[in-house]
């Protein structure tokens, strides 16, 4: 079996099961491996795991202190399920709202948003599931503008000579997402194509190994053990050799062509239009009255997870441990599977900021935002109100300094964003595997933070062990909570400062560079993979805060 095929079925592999637990996972953390649990919270001097120091920053800083303010952190994402027992006592409510009875009681524009909103949904209770990428919807768009410019292969093309001034930025993104939409359009094709040709193969070997042994069903030491000189028999055994070697199977194959079809007719479908659901206008920033008050949503896995890693409770015996007890999350549904629109990130955000968010978390990111300036807006509006955003890096393992991951910190005027922190994956050992390889980095990344094999909730009472920096980025929104609750007199540009500046420095570790095609074969120093060359640190930063809360108001150097 040729190599590249085999890494193509491993990736696919990983995807499938990792997948599949995500559907299902499980009802007690007992039934997942104890070693990932709270690993997160460990401290890396005294433990020697490389952790955020959540428990000892308890431990040993405020056992004899009590929080001075509950803070409430916003979770942007798919949904939250806000009747998970790990999230008891632990979600926001709109206390001025009757809940259910169909009246704005508050007059904030949403009709019963008793723990938040659902930005993709309706008033029928109809809720956007599946979504195309951003770049899809940005080419189907341009193929109606530009339908009479031809050819359209590359932004080198005379045609673009054809295009007003003022349109030829927004043609040449046009050719570079056509492009790419090709590009990935085949890439699925084809691996579809080869999966279905390797379950032939597999099918054919299986059922000469099923007449030579005489048997319907065997196993991996029945093969070892066959020897033959007919040599029909001899490649039958070798490929099945080589499937158990890299763990394949016939679900495997199955799980991964039923994926692969589903991005093709999902992520990638032209003529799919789930925004009919919502009925509002995606590029008018003024055309609010839309969405419902299911903030769990028919799929809100991920956002779960993140709220788990936030606050799931210290104090119940059950479960995970999350990093702040005083804390409320409010829950804003706006990612669906696929990529999630500005507009309603921008809306998600300013509601947020109106409805008393100190913290904003946001697990979920793209690689273009065609209404930038409705999230620069939102987040200047939510710098003018002293909230806090926290982003994810990315998952793509590229440099976001060449490959931007947005909403990012740059404005489209050319400014900068003060009051949001931006965050990569790190993982348990300070070794060569230290930065995912998942991990997008850069100088625009600020730090890193716990986001490998990171456990936490999953709806319907049930845990889960994923990776991502959408599970580092609730991290560090946690310390944040927690770091503010103790010292609310912060403000939002003082509390990023001290977390930043009192991140734990691995200024001599060398590590494989983060990259999802490699996964490990380029070392870099640690240190050049973020602003800060370090990872989120809770403990150093409430002694950081203590120390700045002093008459002097000085922070010093780290």
């Known amino acids: 079996m040729k190599k590249n095929l085999l890494k193509i079925l491993s990736i696919a592999f990983i995807f499938f099961i990792s997948s599949k637990i995500q559907a299902q996972g499980y009802t007690t953390v007992d039934s997942l491996n104890k070693t990932y649990l709270n690993w997160y919270n460990l401290d890396p001097e005294i433990d020697k795991i490389q952790g955020a120091s959540v428990d000892r920053a308890y431990k040993e800083l405020l056992k004899d202190k009590s929080p001075k303010k509950k803070i409430v952190v916003a979770v942007i994402d798919g ?39 659902n930005f993709i949904g309706n008033a029928k209770g109809e809720n956007i599931t599946g979504e195309n990428l951003e770049y899809v919807r940005i080419v189907k768009k341009g193929n109606l503008i530009y339908k009479n410019i031809k050819p359209v292969v590359s932004i080198a093309e005379p045609s673009i000579n054809e295009i007003p001034a003022s349109q030829q930025n927004d043609y040449k993104t046009y050719l570079i997402c056509k492009t790419k939409y090709n590009q990935e359009l085949e890439k699925y094709r084809s691996e579809i194509k080869k999966m279905e040709a390797l379950k032939e193969k597999l099918n054919a070997a299986e059922s000469k190994i ?33 499937i ?7 679900d495997i194959l ?40 299911n903030v769990k949503g028919p799929d809100s896995g991920h956002g779960t997870l993140v709220a788990g890693i936030i606050t799931a409770n210290r104090d119940n015996n059950i ?39 100190n913290i904003i978390n ?37 440099n976001n300094d060449s490959f ?64 991502g920096t959408s599970f580092s980025c609730p991290v560090v929104s946690g310390i944040a909570a927690l770091v503010w609750s103790y010292y609310p007199e912060l403000t939002a540009v003082q509390l990023k400062e001290i977390i930043l500046k009192s991140a734990t420095p691995h200024s001599k570790l060398k590590v494989y560079c983060p990259n999802k095609k490699t996964q490990g074969k380029k070392k870099i120093k640690f240190s050049k993979l973020c602003k800060t060359g370090g990872t989120v640190n809770a403990y150093k930063a409430i002694i950081m805060a203590e120390k700045f809360s002093e008459p002097a108001r000085r922070l010093p150097d780290r």
């Open 79 to 117: 949904g939250v399920d806000t009747a998970h027992v790990d999230l008891k006592g632990k979600i926001w409510t709109n206390k001025d709202e009757i809940p259910n009875n169909g009246v704005d009681d508050d007059n904030n524009g949403y009709v019963d948003d008793v723990y938040g909103w």
């Open 210 to 242: 099923k007449v030579l042994l005489g048997k319907n069903t065997f196993t991996q030491q029945d093969v070892n053990n066959i020897s033959s000189k007919n040599n029909d028999i001899k490649q039958a055994k070798d490929f099945l050799l080589s």
């Open 244 to 250: 158990y070697k890299e763990g394949l199977s016939r």
């Open 254 to 293: 199955n799980g991964t062509i039923k994926y692969d079809s589903t991005y093709l007719g999902k992520f990638l479908n032209l003529e799919l239009n789930p925004r009919k659901i919502v009925g509002d206008k995606p590029e008018d920033i003024t055309d609010i009255k839309y969405g419902n008050n």
């Open 319 to 357: 479960g995970i441990n999350g990093i702040v007890e005083n804390v409320e999350i409010m829950a804003l549904r706006v990612v669906p599977d696929g990529d999630e629109r500005d507009k309603d990130v921008a809306l998600a955000i300013r509601y947020a900021v109106d409805n008393g968010a």
């Open 362 to 398: 946001m697990s979920f990111g793209k690689a273009f935002s065609p209404q930038k300036k409705f999230v620069d807006d939102a987040v200047k509006y939510a710098e003018e109100h002293n909230v806090l955003l926290v982003h994810t890096a990315g998952n793509d393992g590229v």
């Open 404 to 467: 931007p991951h947005f909403p990012n910190m740059k404005f489209i005027d050319g400014s900068f964003s003060k009051n949001k922190i931006t965050v990569g994956a790190s993982s348990r050992n300070p070794d060569k595997n230290f930065a995912a390889y998942f991990s997008n980095y850069g100088q625009c990344v600020d730090l890193f933070a716990p986001g490998v094999k990171i456990m936490s909730l999953l709806p319907e009472n049930r845990y889960h062990i994923a990776n």
